[in-house]
């Protein structure tokens, strides 16, 4: 190996250890620049160019059916449809169960504080949100109390049967984004993709198959906050996740 590529690698290394090192729930910025998308920024670990090259549009067309969809009934009281946010030629997917009270009002996945530090995992990784793509099995916010959308602490997970109907979604999603790694976010999605009923402590770090794409279960950012020694855990899964693309 040469000099130059073995002192890149030890920079990288620095850097994700700091990253890390960034988690804490208090270090976790509220600043709202980091839920914008920003038009696609390639960054040191995105590989390009590749894939399909209609998949912009492919997803666009997509979406608009989703911004349409009534086939079940959380798209009634929705606020807004939550399609996905990210590169249509990304590496990694990571996927969740479905919008929360925040991503129902801006129509965006993982912002607020889950949000940001799914960012700060990606960074430690060495890529950003808008290298990555970011999804979730539904893209309609399920509600313990449908009629208002406007209440607090109304979330709930989504039902098997609403995560069956919106699947062929994202299904849509994966085969044109077509990412090297697949990486759930918590026991519902996991679940969901994998077809199992383990639970999460033991689904995670190991790796799974869907749509012949590799798939890592790991704990979702909110599980984090309210817990900070799984932290650990998540990063040794996102070490392993890493070694594979470096494997290509
Ligand atoms: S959750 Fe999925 S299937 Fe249900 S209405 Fe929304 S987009 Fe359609």
């Known amino acids: 190996m040469k000099q ?3 002192s ?18 208090e270090e976790i910025s509220t600043d709202k620049e980091n839920s914008v998308i920003p038009e696609q920024k390639m960054t040191k670990n995105t590989i390009y160019p590749k894939k399909n090259k209609n998949a912009g549009e492919l997803l666009e067309d997509l979406q608009k059916q ?42 965006e996945p993982f ?26 099995i539904v893209k309609c916010h399920p509600m313990k109390d449908p009629t208002d959308p406007e ?6 997970p989504p039902s098997p049967e609403e995560m069956s109907v919106c699947k062929p979604y994202l299904d849509k999603q994966i085969e044109i984004i077509s990412p090297k790694v697949i990486i759930t976010l918590g ?20 790796f799974k198959e869907y749509m012949g794409i590799k798939l890592m279960p790991t704990y979702h950012p909110a599980a984090l906050l309210r817990n900070p020694n799984l932290k650990k855990d998540v990063w040794s899964d996102m070490k392993k996740v890493l070694s594979v693309l470096k494997k290509g």
Not at 114 to 123: C, H, P, R, V, Y
Request: charged share 25%.
């Open 4 to 6: 130059s590529e073995y």
């Open 8 to 25: 890149k690698i030890i920079t990288l290394a620095k850097r994700a250890v700091e990253e890390y090192k960034n988690w804490d729930e």
């Open 66 to 107: 989703v911004c349409n969809c009534k086939k079940c009934p959380l798209g009634k009281h929705r606020l807004n449809a939550v399609f996905g946010v990210g590169n249509q030629y990304a590496d990694i997917m990571f996927i969740g169960e479905g919008p929360g009270f925040q991503e129902d009002h801006k129509g």
């Open 111 to 136: 912002i607020g504080k889950a949000g940001n530090l799914l960012d700060k995992i990606i960074e430690a990784m060495g890529f950003s949100r808008q290298s990555v793509y970011i999804a979730n």
């Open 151 to 156: 209440l607090r602490s109304n979330d709930r």
């Open 187 to 206: 026991a519902s999605s996991s679940r969901a993709l994998i077809q199992t009923e383990e639970v999460i402590s033991s689904l995670r770090g190991n």
